[in-house]
Nanobody, 124 residues
């Protein structure tokens, strides 16, 4: 499995922006479809965004579409999540995940590699 380490979380006011990064190691990064998921206390882990191996195909949950952008730099073994116009309901622990599946599944069960998460808190 690829090892994943997230960074970039923090505390931000409503309407603010953050950029999360996830650095991969251990396997060939470009083989992996990558995703971001989030989990708030008491809630199930939910899909945020995915990106295919080349970076040309992305998908987003309806709750973040138009505000968040997923991207990747295969030369740097890194996937990013640019989050704009943040809302209090975006508060959660954000996880980076990778899968060798070619399709950009939104199901957490489709992803076999996970980071430890980075906390994002949006104050009202």
């Amino acid at each position: 499995q690829v090892q994943l380490v997230e960074s970039g979380g923090g505390l931000v006011q409503t309407g603010g922006s953050l950029r999360l990064s996830c650095v991969a190691s251990g396997r060939t990064f470009s083989w992996y479809t990558m995703g971001w998921f989030r989990q708030a206390p008491g809630n199930e882990r939910e899909f945020v965004a995915t990106i295919d191996r080349s970076g040309s195909i992305t998908s987003y949950s309806n709750s973040v579409k138009g505000r968040f952008t997923i991207s990747r730099d295969n030369a740097k073994n890194t996937v990013y999540l640019q989050m704009n116009s943040l809302k209090p309901e975006d508060t959660a622990n954000y996880y980076c995940a990778g899968t060798l599946r070619i399709d950009t599944s939104s199901a957490p069960a489709a992803f076999g590699s996970w980071g430890q998460g980075t906390q994002v808190t949006v104050s009202s």
